[in-house]
């Protein structure tokens, strides 16, 4: 056996083998290709098809397929299909239109859910910032705003002199009280 040994040999075989099976299942979905157009088809698939017992045998399995269906006949419909399908699509068409609402509720639940998710996720991030905002008393909407650009001086002098005036009109209705007496 040489130099290599019988155990070297049947490791090459196998590699092989490996290699030619990654070529048929990079072939397998070219074959529809040869049978259907076998003029449009790549030269290195036609090769391959050429050479390659399993993607021949393949390709026979899928001509004998299309021959087989190429006999079957569809079968007629009933005389009476054509009545019953233009009554259900008369009454289709009297039916009464459905509200917006409906028609938003079925493509809610019937419709392709590619929607949901991007909803979904908008709604947990309002969610989460609203409770957030809660939590940390960031939403307050109850306090009216502060007077821009007032000072804390000016407001306590303003507080002061209400209560002075308060001060004086008790004072008055006190002397008045006094007096009267």
């Given amino acids: 056996m040489g130099r290599y040994g019988r155990g070297w040999v049947v490791e090459m075989e196998k590699a ?20 259907l ?37 569809t079968p007629e419909p009933t005389p009476f299909f054509m ?14 239109r459905a509200s917006w609402m409906e028609r938003l509720r079925a493509r809610f639940v019937y419709g392709p859910q590619l929607h949901v998710k991007p909803l979904a996720a908008m709604a947990l991030t309002v969610m989460l910032l609203l409770g957030g905002g809660a939590y940390l008393d960031i ?28 001060l004086d009109q008790l004072e008055a209705l006190s002397d008045n009280d006094t007096n009267a007496n």
């Fill in 37 to 73: 157009a076998p003029d449009l088809a790549h030269a290195k698939v036609k090769a391959h098809v050429e050479a390659c017992e399993s993607c021949r045998a393949e390709l026979e399995e899928l001509r004998s397929t299309i021959d087989l269906l190429d006999t079957w006949k």
């Fill in 16 to 35: 092989m083998n490996k290699l030619n099976a990654n070529k048929c299942t990079e072939i397998d979905g070219k074959l529809a290709d040869v049978l």
């Fill in 83 to 96: 009545t019953r399908f233009g009554a259900r699509l008369a009454e289709e068409r009297s039916a009464p």
């Fill in 139 to 166: 939403s307050n909407w109850d306090q009216p705003p502060a007077a821009p650009g007032q000072a804390a001086v000016v407001h306590d002098l303003q507080t002061l002199d209400n209560n002075a005036q308060l």
